[in-house]
């Protein structure tokens, strides 16, 4: 049994553990014990709020394996990206040089610093325990978030985004920070990764670049890797993806790894998702169904499992004893369900699903 919470204060160590755990080492999810106790206060608080409209909120969850007693796993909705400290990212863009006397007409890209990023919701700092990767735990922890959002609208802003870690070598050096970054802040790419998760960011717009980067003038190596996301993060990318999240022009400002956004009423969690009372039922009783995230009406008390979506005649939820006791729910409550499997996700892997097109 597989629950998706509110991080806690108990879970203050297996959230020390799941970051320095995290593949790569996240900026978001420091391994620094006094950060992540901050994060915790940060949610708890976020939760205790009535919020109009978002701001500087920070909702931490985590999955607990309740038959193991045991938190594996965790991810977090920043309300506002920017709320405080602007959100930068690179844009990619296109400059034509010209020249009328030369007969010379060429279209350059360039990345330019931005920070359009900043008013959009972030899904970040996900870390789950390798033992569960490859099963269903993955996207129940990943869109669980989702099922959150789409019953409190009015805490997040219409626009998500999500960054994706980039591309780093066999040495875990990131081909587009030796080729930009390291220029200008004279530390290694796992050296700077580390200093902006328990430092404001502030420091980027002091020293990064504030010109055009031209990507000509850049390794083919650093080229390559623009938008490219690093390799254990393929599959979540094209989860999110099939989702229906886009990928956008915007990569990070540290590894030039895919930032994917999306307006929430477009994705397939919210468009798919359905109110309906509950039923519960001897777990022998309940027939064959495909499996859905079922979330319950709570705040502070959230909870999202994944449960057959078995529905009664008229329309009711039926679901175990235990899942119910889980969920806090008895006959008669509704739930919010959707379905856990993706459309076209298998055929999604491995294609190119071009720009939003807001992004052209």
Request: proline letters at 6%.
């Amino acid at each position: 049994m597989l629950v998706v919470r509110p991080v806690l204060p108990a879970d203050l160590p297996a959230l020390e553990r799941l970051a320095g755990d995290a593949v790569p080492q996240l900026t978001n999810l420091p391994a620094h014990r006094d950060r992540l106790e901050e994060r915790i206060v940060r949610s708890r608080q976020a939760f205790a709020a009535e919020v109009a409209f978002p701001g500087d909120e920070h909702y931490t969850f985590v999955l607990e394996d309740l038959e193991r007693g045991e938190v594996v796993g965790t991810a977090t909705i920043r309300a506002q990206a920017g709320a405080v400290d602007a959100y930068y990212t690179y844009r990619q863009e296109t400059l034509i040089h010209a020249s009328q006397q030369l007969n010379v007409r060429r279209e350059v890209q360039t990345l330019a610093l931005s920070h359009e990023v900043s008013e959009a919701s972030l899904l970040c700092a996900y870390s789950l325990d390798p033992r569960y990767r490859g099963t269903s735990a993955e996207s129940l922890l990943r869109r669980a978030r989702l099922m959150f959002i789409a019953q409190y609208p009015e805490r997040f802003a219409s626009l998500l985004a999500m960054a994706f870690p980039g591309f780093l070598d066999e040495a875990g050096e990131s081909p587009f920070w030796n080729s930009v970054g390291c220029h200008f802040f004279g530390r290694d790419y796992q050296e700077i990764n580390a200093l902006a998760g328990i430092r404001s960011k502030s420091f980027i717009a002091e020293v990064m670049p504030q010109f055009p980067l031209y990507l000509p003038l850049l390794t083919p190596r650093a080229r390559a890797a623009i938008g490219r996301e690093h390799p254990d993060h393929e599959r979540a990318l094209a989860e999110m993806l099939a989702e229906g999240f886009m990928r956008s022009r915007h990569v990070d400002i540290f590894d030039a790894g895919p930032v994917i956004k999306a307006e929430r009423e477009r994705l397939q969690s919210f468009r798919r998702a359905a109110w309906h009372p509950v039923r519960v039922r001897p777990v022998g009783t309940l027939p064959d169904a495909a499996p859905a995230m079922v979330a319950n009406q709570a705040l502070e008390g959230f909870r999202c499992v994944v449960a057959r979506y078995a529905l009664s005649s008229t329309g009711q939820l039926m679901l175990t004893r235990e899942h119910a006791r889980q969920l806090g729910v008895e006959d008669g409550r509704a739930v919010l369900a959707a379905p856990l499997a993706l459309p076209g996700l298998e055929e999604a892997d491995g294609h190119e699903p071009g720009y939003d097109e807001g992004e052209l």
